[in-house]
């Protein structure tokens, strides 16, 4: 790998960090995501959390959460970290398809793409755009996971470092979740022409291929080992745990990432721009 | 000798079985621009997108100074302007020439400075700080060439550079070809021939996705025969061709459109036929607009069957 691939992989890596937090269009969709998350916090995940707490108070044989089945939520010491970990399981996979579905094709499809290739590799283009993402969601979900502290810290400031590894599990573990999403959406925008057509596959293929290898899965079981390789497969397993054992499962996602990464890069070495 | 620039082997290209280039070869050594010129459809821009590396050819070979198209080697010593190629539209485009020279290996400050240079060769630096979509069409073509000079590439590639271009801002583009062609060389693809008529010292002709054996020297001095152009106000044609056979050392005379005439002669029989025409013209009172050495490029490249007798 030549030394320039890192060098372009940086600076292509930084536009697309500038495109979200410094143009218009991305600060838009940054101050939407923060009124989202703002209400998520404010109702759902603290009226949760004031519940949980209630429930351990009174130590009763039933729970609400194990009627609707999120028991798991009770493993975590601290109850809003169990809800967030809830929440962030479905809301930022989601996020990360629509967030990353645009990463090269409409560039491919105006043209704008030739300017860049003829200045860097495809290779710095497709994982500098990737990384650019990833930062940008890891970010995300860093600032999601101070704000949950924030709120364990207003109801009892004492909780910070018994919060702190939580923190720092929760965060590691959904950089690591969104990383399949993300590398399954540089193979689609890779492929197709525009991010709404990306968006429509990978809920085919997130969806429906899921299923589709199931059912074959039942007649040959062998097949079964293709269903590791959906995004997301591991998500309902991981949310049944809680604290370092959510990382007992990493290997999950990061295989499932350089496949899929391959797979983009193999398409965007052979697309015509 | 000088070293190849461009080095086409056996390159093909076809688009869902339909053939776009067949079987071209071609070399090419650094120095005055070089037109390539061909109708609609003829794959010059399959040919151009190739050599910049925008497509992959499905089969043959490909080499630029050496290298295949798209290899690292080649980052800020080949450039291009790809036909109908758009800005990024949420960036300015100082932002963006600053981005592109950063990725060509310049540091932030020489980007800075040479993203600027390029906007004030096309008068554009008030359109720096614009966003591409308030940019009419003329702007955001020459901001588009403007891009493919950052950092002085040795080779440049503009498909159809003029297209859509109003005269005063092709005679600019014209200017700063001509300018920059001593160190860089230039490959033009264009319709305009009487643009690479004035540009280009030589020019590749593609038809069909068939590049043509010969490349088209502009300067024939050294030809048996030679030619003049001759443009007529309003004459009686078949009477002006009459006088014109009959000079001594014409070898033929065609009216190719209206008011138009190629006089091809021996220069050995008469070398100053320039001035025996304008004796002649003088004589029988006609007015003439312009006479010019040669055939016009596109008398060249589409109609070449026409031969002294």
Known sequence: ?273 | MKSPIIHCQQLNHAYSGKVALSDVNFELVPGEPIGLVGPNGAGKTTLLSILSGFLRPTSGTVRLFGHPPGAAQLIGKVSALPQDAKLDPSFTVIEQLVFYARLQGLVKQQAIFEANRVLEEFSLKEAAHEKPLVLSHGMAKRVAIAQALIGKPELILLDEPTAGLDPVNVRTIRAIIAEQSSATTFIISSHDLAELDRLCRQVLLLENGIMQAEKIGINDQLAATRFITLQMETCPALEVIAKLQALKGVLQVTNPQKNEFIVAYDPDLQPHMDLQLMQCINTHHWQYRQLSHGKTLEEKLFFRDVHPT
């Open chain 1, 1 to 273: 790998m030549r030394p320039e691939f890192f060098n372009h992989l940086l600076l292509i890596s930084q536009f697309e960090l500038k495109r979200s937090f410094a143009t218009r269009k991305g600060i838009l969709s940054l101050v939407t995501f923060a009124v989202f998350w703002y209400f998520i916090l404010l109702y759902p995940l603290r009226f949760a959390a004031e519940l949980l707490l209630q429930e351990k108070g009174l130590r009763q044989d039933f729970s609400f959460f194990d009627f609707i089945g999120f028991g798991s939520i009770q493993h975590w010491p601290i109850p809003e970290f169990g809800v967030f970990w809830q929440f962030a399981l479905i809301i930022f996979p989601m996020l990360s398809i629509t967030l990353a579905a645009d990463q090269t094709c409409s560039d491919r499809e105006r043209g704008t793409l030739r300017f860049i290739v003829l200045r860097c590799s495809r290779d710095s283009l497709f994982f500098g755009r990737f990384t650019g993402v990833m930062v940008i969601q890891a970010l995300l979900i860093s600032a999601t996971a101070l704000s949950t502290l924030a709120l364990v810290l207003y109801r009892d400031a004492t909780l910070f470092s018994l919060a702190l590894p939580d923190l720092l599990t929760i965060t590691v573990n959904l950089i690591l979740a969104v990383l399949p999403f993300t590398a399954m959406m540089a193979a689609l925008s890779a492929m197709v022409k525009s991010a709404r057509q990306a968006t429509v596959w990978a809920i085919l293929i997130w969806t429906f291929l899921a299923g589709i290898i199931s059912g074959f899965a039942y007649y040959l079981p062998a097949l079964t080992f293709f269903k590791f390789l959906v995004p997301g497969y591991q998500l309902s397993d991981l949310a049944q745990l809680s604290g370092w054992q959510t990382l007992q499962l990493a290997y999950v996602p990061l295989l499932q990432s350089f496949i899929l990464l391959t797979l983009g890069r193999w398409i965007m070495i052979r697309q015509t721009l």
